[in-house]
């Protein structure tokens, strides 16, 4: 008895596992998507691609080279140059879909030991990529960098922008510079809101159920009455 009672205990924490939902694993939904990059700000180029070294396109390519110093074909990072550190820079992603995001991460280039991460930007995110609201800032970043800024989120957005608004301090005698080298976007589908059950029953519910239970109690009433009857005609037979 015992081992029926343990098997069916094991059946039941199994069937409970079928059931549950399939929690959904947040991904990196910006890899291999493409990035624009823009400004209308003075003396700025927003995207050097010019070079092996540097595109907006390594921003989502899933990788983050370390630079030897010396090789000449690394993929690098994306990098930009303005005349003044002020600037307005502006790097658009589209999802394709409106997702339920988690967090953004931004990893700093090898190129200069991170030292040309940007030191002022915001992070946005738009559901129609006219409307936009920050999900994460940063302000008055200097000097070598080396791990990744992560910035949780829990916002629902199909487009993802990082408006830069002051280029790190390294510069040359004509330019002032800025790097990333990866951009990660993470999160999943975006879950329905449960509906509410119905608290008012359907019309003629309470009526139907009263109508059945006099019904059954009838039928009751009758079987008794045809088993007395039954019984007394036996009787009346015998005598």
Request: charged content about 20%; proline content about 5%; overall charge negative.
């Amino acid at each position: 008895m015992k081992k029926v009672l343990s098997f069916v205990v094991v059946v039941m924490i199994l069937a409970s596992f079928a059931v549950m939902p399939a929690m959904a694993e947040d991904t990196n939904l910006a890899l291999g998507k493409s990035v624009i990059a823009e400004s209308d700000y003075p003396g700025t180029n927003p995207s050097k691609e010019d070079l092996i070294f540097f595109s907006a396109a390594y921003l989502t390519d899933g990788e983050n080279p370390i630079w030897d110093g010396v090789s000449q074909d690394v993929h690098l990072c994306w990098y930009a140059e303005a005349q003044t550190q002020d600037t307005d820079i502006k790097l658009t992603m589209d999802l394709g879909d409106v997702y339920a995001l988690s967090k953004f991460v931004l990893s700093p280039s090898s190129f200069l030991d991170g030292q040309s991460f940007p030191s002022d930007f915001d992070i946005l995110v738009s559901t129609d990529g006219n409307e936009w609201t920050k999900a994460g800032e940063v302000r008055d970043r200097s000097g070598a960098m080396s791990e990744s800024m992560v910035f949780n989120t829990d916002k629902e957005a199909r487009y993802v922008r990082i408006h830069i608004t002051k280029m790190s301090p390294v510069h040359d005698a004509v330019f002032y510079y800025a790097g990333i080298s990866e951009w990660e976007v993470y999160g999943g589908p975006v879950t329905a809101p449960e509906t509410e059950p119905e608290t008012e029953p359907n019309p003629g519910t309470n009526d139907q159920s009263f109508t059945w239970l006099v019904v059954a109690i009838a039928a009751l009433v009758l079987a008794s009455a045809a088993f007395v009857c039954m019984r007394n005609r036996k009787e009346a037979d015998v005598f």
